[in-house]
């Protein structure tokens, strides 16, 4: 039994450096040409003091950096204190978009909120926040 064990270790050793090539470590070139597709200006901003009561603009804005036109298709802001406007038409290769949210602080203090968009080119989708304190 003793050696039946011991020779099943050595072949497990024997045949690790085989399998260690099995995974690549680079990443694909279809999940790279996705992320590259848009170049976010900003992905965080940090809007600082803001009034209460009072509704504060954020724009976000980004390039299309692929081949290819892409369409916002969602945009879904993660509460009800924001509204969200975005780029409605395609946004063609080379050429600039935005995604603007409008927050509208009900009580002070600091907040963090986040806004996801999905496009054509991915339908995961890209979160991008906005930060402050409201005074």
């Known amino acids: 039994m003793k050696k039946l064990k ?14 260690a090539n099995v995974f690549p470590s680079e990443s694909h070139p279809v ?4 992320a590259d597709a848009i170049k976010w200006k900003s992905e965080s901003i940090d809007v600082g003091n803001i009034p209460q009561g009072k509704p504060k603009l954020i724009r976000f804005e980004f390039t299309n950096t692929s081949s290819k ?3 916002i298709e969602n945009v879904a802001p993660s509460c009800g204190c924001t509204t969200a406007d975005y780029t409605k ?4 290769p080379g050429k600039t978009g935005f995604v603007e949210a409008s927050y509208n602080a009900a009580s002070k203090g600091p907040f963090m909120k ?11 989708p890209k979160t991008l926040s906005f930060k402050g304190v409201v005074a």
């Open 69 to 71: 036109p892409i369409v």
């Open 6 to 19: 011991i020779t099943a270790l050595l072949a497990v050793l024997a045949f690790s450096p085989f399998y």
């Open 31 to 34: 999940v790279k040409g996705i």
């Open 89 to 92: 038409t395609p946004i063609l």
């Open 114 to 124: 986040t806004v996801n968009v999905t496009t054509s080119e991915s339908k995961t």
